[in-house]
């Protein structure tokens, strides 16, 4: 398998819902990193510390939040991932759609390391009242 089918099987197993799935690539010190700006902002450590702090907030706080992706692009050992994140924020009603880069560094087979691209300001107007 490829690097980048390791990440398209990530994006696969967020498609179906599966939680075990979207973190079985990781590695378990994986850097997980959500864009300055973004509701999630900051550098998580370990598959279960993005879980938690990312796909569990996101689950509990958004309705049909999605990530769909148009483009993974295969640069090797970083793979780019490339799609529209949207859904409707459950405390305000707000939908919102926004344009995404993922950018992932993957190693022995393992993704080691995770960084988010997007309009932040998009997203935000979802979270204000």
Do not use: C
């Given at each position: 398998?490829?690097?980048a089918d ?20 990781f ?23 993005v ?18 992706i ?26 919102f ?6 950018v ?26």
């Amino acid at each position: 398998m490829s690097d980048a089918d390791l990440v398209r099987e990530h994006y696969a197993a967020n498609d179906r819902g599966d939680l075990d799935g979207m973190l079985a690539p990781f590695a378990a010190d994986i850097e997980w990193t959500e864009a300055a700006g973004f509701p999630y902002a900051g550098t998580y450590i370990g598959p279960e510390a993005v879980a938690e702090n990312v796909f569990g907030r996101i689950q509990e706080e958004w309705d049909d939040y999605t990530v769909a992706i148009d483009e993974v692009v295969d640069g090797g050992d970083v793979v780019v991932g490339i799609g529209t994140y949207s859904g409707t924020y459950k405390r305000t009603g707000r939908f919102f759609a926004a344009r995404v880069a993922h950018v992932w560094r993957v190693a022995g087979g393992e993704i080691v390391a995770f960084e988010q691209f997007t309009d932040t300001e998009l997203v935000n107007r979802a979270l204000r009242d």
